[in-house]
């Protein structure tokens, strides 16, 4: 029996089976944002709306 004042008891220990091996390349591929070097859809209506809206004012002062 185990001395519980000064509790000498064996801890449980759980053990937990690793994971497969994770790439090492893509933490610092995430970081520096890699991928499509162009501008996202959004930002792309954005400036093709702001482009029509300069064409069609140009057209208003003529």
Not at 12 to 35: D, E, H, Q, W, Y
Request: no cysteine; net charge positive.
């Amino acid at each position: 029996m185990a001395d519980r004042a000064h509790k000498t008891r064996q801890k449980m220990t759980f053990r937990i089976a690793p994971s497969k091996p994770r790439n090492p390349l893509v933490a610092p591929a995430i970081k520096r944002v890699a991928g499509a070097h162009r501008k996202t859809r959004g930002a792309v209506r954005i400036a093709e709306r702001q482009a029509l809206q300069r064409a069609l004012k140009k057209d208003d002062a003529e």
